[in-house]
């Protein structure tokens, strides 16, 4: 992880009882948890159970932990636990496919997870540093089905026939953005290409 | 980085993934994450839900049709079941193995209600509070057992 100082300043933190550390860590750590329960195909009630147990798990589980760094692996293993056990124990759900599948250990499933949340969380903090501009003129393109050019043109008073190249200098920007130049730092990040 | 955020369709795309997987997490989801912190002092074994008449068309009927029973519950941990019969008036519970000990109701706000668990290990609880709860049940011998959120 390449965020392990804040992590572990949030962790440290929230065992001290700061209450806005802890929201921190919930809000940042969420989407992993939810991820995981809808890859296990959950009900929204089974997620908020299985959101509850986790969340306690974690409160009981904060003074024991030795590294902070290792939480998101924590979390995305106890989450995939806590989602079997309500799987098991009420048979409610279909079980998935990788539930039987012998041979996909559970570690592996729980830290592709945590990877695919890294990475999302990089874009999005990325996406944050952006200026203003460039994050209206992507959030344009990126709608389903994309802006067309000409809205595009009205709303942030370009020419048209600028909007290509401006679309590429901020996705340059986005990939030069610290959170991302971090990650080009590093080299290649082949744990990714799974 | 990867290598595909090279090219400007699959950043764009990567990136469209990222802000919606964001935006698919309920608030209310959140929310109820940031609250779990009001229980870092309750060192519990958690009893997860395994039974709810509610979800059972069955059960329900059955209960609507013999008796006050509004709805029936089943927690159970690793050592512990606490089986549990919503009344009007009370809830009814049972813990099992049966030990002496004490049960109280909380909320996000705190005690809602208490009673004691006699030798049997039956206890009645009431008034039954009107915002969601859950129970914590602490035994003689030093357990306490935390039920999952019951909403009335």
């Known amino acids: 992880m390449r965020d392990d100082s804040t992590v572990v300043d949030l962790v440290t933190r929230a065992r001290g009882g ?13 989407p992993l948890v939810y991820s ?7 009900a929204q009630p089974d997620i908020d ?11 009981e589980h904060l003074p024991g932990l030795r590294e902070p760094a290792a939480l998101p692996g924590w979390i995305a293993t106890t989450t995939q636990r806590e989602c079997f056990r309500l799987i098991r124990a009420t048979s409610r759900v279909e079980p998935v496919d990788f539930v039987q599948a012998p041979d996909v250990p559970e570690q592996a499933i729980a830290e592709e997870e945590v990877l695919r949340h890294e990475r999302k969380t990089i874009l999005r903090t990325a ?6 501009r460039c994050q209206v003129l992507l959030g344009l ?9 000409d809205e595009i043109s009205r709303r942030l008073q370009v020419p048209i026939g600028s909007i290509g190249p401006n679309r590429a200098r901020c996705l340059t920007r986005l990939r030069q953005t610290p959170a991302l130049a971090r990650l080009a730092a590093d080299g290649p990040d082949d744990r990714t290409r799974g | 980085m990867d290598p595909d955020w090279h090219d400007d369709e699959k950043l764009i795309e990567a990136l469209r993934d990222a802000l919606a997987s964001a935006d698919e997490v309920p608030s209310a989801f959140v929310e109820a994450g940031k609250a779990a912190f009001a229980w870092r002092t309750i060192d519990a074994e958690l009893a997860a839900l395994t ?25 159970a941990s690793d050592g512990w079941t606490v089986e549990l019969e919503l009344t009007p008036n009370a809830v009814l519970g049972q813990l099992d193995p049966p030990e002496v000990g004490l049960v109280t109701a909380r909320g996000d706000g705190g005690k809602l209600a208490e009673a004691e668990i006699d030798e049997l290990g039956f206890f009645v609880l009431g008034p039954p509070p009107n915002n969601p709860y859950r129970l914590v049940c602490t035994t003689q011998s030093g357990t306490t057992i935390l039920t999952g959120w019951i909403t009335p």
Do not use: H
């Not at chain 1, 959101?51 to 409160?59: C, I, P, T």
């Not at chain 2, 008449?53 to 008796?67: F, G, K, V």
């Open chain 2, 51 to 75: 039974y709810d008449s509610a979800q059972d068309p069955l059960d329900a009927l059955a209960i609507r049709s013999e008796s006050a029973i509004l709805r029936s519950l089943t927690f």
């Open chain 1, 127 to 132: 996406f944050a540093e952006l200026s203003r």
């Open chain 1, 141 to 149: 393109l990126m709608q389903d089905p994309p802006a067309p050019y």
């Open chain 1, 18 to 30: 700061e209450k806005n550390a802890w929201d921190e860590l919930v809000e940042r750590y969420a």
């Open chain 1, 49 to 59: 159970d299985v959101g509850q147990s986790v969340w306690l798990r974690l409160v």
């Open chain 1, 36 to 42: 995981v329960c809808r890859r296990c195909r959950l």
